[in-house]
């Protein structure tokens, strides 16, 4: 391990070898990220023509739920028109019916420890999906030519910073740079990591200027300060039968489908009154509230935090409805419904992730131990490349194995941290 280690606070079960998807899944994993980039793309254009009245008006009025008037002004900005965050990372859950993208993240955690994993297991000569330097060499082209690169890390997310200290040790400290939330005087043309979430500006006393020398294209700045882009609702957005016309010509027939098969039906929930006849579509009820009284069968579903709010990341804000009471249940409904107004929820089907044999070696035996898990994987694409010409490449692949008996796949210290292979 690092001599600083990879996630402050925090540790984790390491398997004996890298998690083998198959050679199916592992093709299929290296050509997602194309799909994922013109997603994203589809979604900018989406929002630029909502606000501009040219699409509906409700799906900006949607993403701009909650955000501060100068956070909607900087995401409007002329500036920041065509940019898009350059690290995609989806949350895929294996299923029973195949792989379930949970959501996207745009400023995710996991790079270094990715990263780092590739490099150890390949040194073992396992054949890692991304080789011993794709997660570094991803990362580093999604800077181009700056000769500076300034790597921001948030106290929000400080458990981080330790694996981004190993990421810029191992690309050079001369031009990669770990610094605080107060940092605000880069140089003309250097380029700026943003490792810390909209929702937390207030603690990130140097953000308003590197915001401001971004606009100036003074430096370059990733991910670009568009808060849609962190909202979980735009899956929503993508089942919203309204806007299918928009996808089929956005994405494509093929990717619109692909989509569609990977990515849960999701709804936000807005307590907007419904026509008499009318119902919310696929679970046939005619108000949020009708949501609280389903049965614990009928309750395979997910409820969570969209975006901008600190509950929104490392499983916070989730419900899973078929594990709680019915008053917890009811609790959880009644509060996304209450914060509409200023931090949105979203509801997904929950497709129950399958069991997998793996094994961890135990430190305190000194054994290799075996379990039953369910598994999570994050594929990390790095885009290089500028407007139509960009193109998403895969870095690496993380496989986060917990327990069976744990509901919500997330970092914790019994689960195993493992590398993919094919």
Known sequence: M???????????????????????????????????????????????????????????????????????????SPAFKNDLPRVIRPDLLITEDGVSVTELDSVPGGIGLTAWLNQTYSALEDP??????????????????????????????????????????????????????????????DAVYRFFELFDLENIAGAARLFELAAERFIQLTPPPKPFFEEKMLFALL?????????????????????????????????????????????????????????????????????????????RGVYLGNDLSQADWAAAVNDAIARFGRSPYVLQRYHKPSRVDASWYDRGTERVETMQGRVRLCPYYFVHGESDAARATLGGVLATICPADKKIIHGMSEAIFAPCCQ
């Open 128 to 189: 890692v999906i991304g080789g011993a330097g794709g997660m570094l060499d991803g990362f580093a082209s999604i800077f181009g030519d700056a000769v500076t690169v300034h790597i921001v890390v948030s106290e929000e997310a400080a458990t981080y910073r330790p694996e981004m200290e190993w990421v810029a040790s191992q690309l050079g400290s001369a031009r990669f740079r770990l610094q605080t939330a107060a940092f605000h005087e880069p140089s003309k043309g």
């Open 239 to 315: 089942w919203n039968r309204n806007l299918h016309s928009f996808w089929r010509q956005e994405l494509g027939e093929r990717f619109f489908q692909r989509m569609l098969r990977m990515v849960p039906y999701t709804w936000v929930v807005d307590p907007s009154p419904l026509p008499p006849q009318a119902a919310i579509p696929e679970l046939s009820l005619t108000d949020w509230n009708q949501l609280k009284d389903l049965s614990q069968k009928d309750r395979e579903l997910i409820l969570k935090v969209s975006g901008f709010s600190p509950h929104a990341w490392g499983a």
């Open 2 to 76: 690092p001599g600083r280690g990879l996630f402050a606070g925090h540790d984790w079960r390491i398997s004996p070898n890298p998690f083998s998807l198959g050679e199916t899944l592992a093709a299929d994993l290296e050509s997602l990220g194309r799909v994922l980039l013109q997603f994203y793309r589809a979604v900018n254009l989406l929002y630029r023509k909502s606000r501009q009245g040219k699409m509906p008006r409700w799906v900006a009025e949607w993403l701009d739920r909650g955000k501060p008037a100068g956070m909607v002004e900087l995401q409007n």
